[in-house]
């Protein structure tokens, strides 16, 4: 896991994710930027995935439990891809604010699977 | 039963408003605990068989308050009430023996401390569940379309 594309994720899950909650609150119905950020979030956890698969081998190892950290990023990698088919079924403003709130669990994991994977025993 | 009777009834079969949030985030806090008591089982469970079994029982009842959240009768409806009740008394007990006797539950839980470790979202989340199936209940529309011995 490398660090500073940890802090770039948590840089546009956190963002992203408050932008969906207040356009969905605001009565949007989710578009093209709503679905496009939640997209993004997607994208940058496959990168992560491949990251985590990759830094192994060049001599980057997880200080803590490698299980819990995989179980993290692949909920995490759940987690847009089921909002996001929400989004397209259930077209109302409460989809927006899912797909915000997916994006902020994300975040929260993301900074997690960084604790397990930088912090030594946590 | 005549057809406005149908299209009255309607609705209340469907989970609306802000419900389908309350869905999404108990499928959320659902994976949260299922995800945390797999590990803790693969991994450690000699270490606190109490606790992750524990761990386990609370990620199966979000599980199924999840699904009751989403299904919309009479007996789910009940199966709900149970879930949630059981979430909260869960979350009210461990909470409180874990700050009282901290040794009991050296192992994290979903619950402990009030569900710290997840925002205190496993504190709130029941007390909204509560509200809103308060809000929507079910048993008494649809439970008088559909009698209990027929749903």
């Known amino acids: 896991m490398i660090e500073w594309f940890t802090w770039l994720q948590l840089a546009i899950a956190v963002p992203g994710g408050l932008l969906c909650v207040i356009l969905g ?14 997209a993004l979030v997607e994208l940058l956890l496959i990168v992560q995935l491949a990251a985590a698969i990759a830094a192994p081998l060049a001599g980057n190892h997880a200080t803590g439990n490698l299980l819990e950290f995989y179980t993290y990023l692949i909920s995490a990698i759940a987690l847009p891809v089921v909002a996001g088919f929400w989004a397209l079924v259930e077209r109302s403003r409460w989809s927006t604010v899912i797909l915000g709130v997916s994006s902020l669990s994300v975040a929260v994991m993301v900074y997690r699977m960084n604790q397990i994977w930088n912090v030594q025993g946590s | 039963m005549t057809k406005s009777e149908t299209t009255e009834s ?16 108990y499928g959320v806090l659902a994976l949260a605990a299922t995800g945390r008591s797999f590990v803790q089982i693969a991994s450690e469970f000699v270490d606190a068989p109490l606790a ?4 386990a029982l609370a990620a199966v009842v979000y599980i199924v308050a999840t699904v009751a959240l989403i299904k919309r ?19 009210l007990v461990v909470g409180t023996l874990s700050l009282v006797d901290p040794a009991l539950f050296q192992h ?11 925002g205190f979202v496993p504190l709130v989340l029941p007390l909204l569940g509560m509200w809103w199936l308060r809000r929507h209940p079910v048993s008494v529309v649809a439970g008088r379309a559909l009698p209990e011995g027929r749903a």
Do not use: Q
């Not at chain 2, 079969?13 to 985030?25: D, E, F, H, N, T």
């Not at chain 2, 994290?108 to 997840?118: A, E, I, L, N």
């Open chain 2, 10 to 25: 309607a609705p209340s079969r469907r989970v609306s408003g802000i419900g389908r949030l309350l869905i999404a985030v």
């Open chain 2, 108 to 118: 994290k839980t979903v619950w402990s401390v009030f569900g710290r470790g997840y």
């Open chain 2, 73 to 91: 009768s009479p007996r789910w409806y009940r199966i709900a009430w149970i879930t949630i009740s059981f979430e909260l008394l869960g979350v």
């Open chain 2, 52 to 55: 992750y079994s524990l761990s």
């Open chain 1, 25 to 38: 609150l605001a009565g949007r119905k989710p578009t093209d930027l709503s679905m496009g950020a939640t």
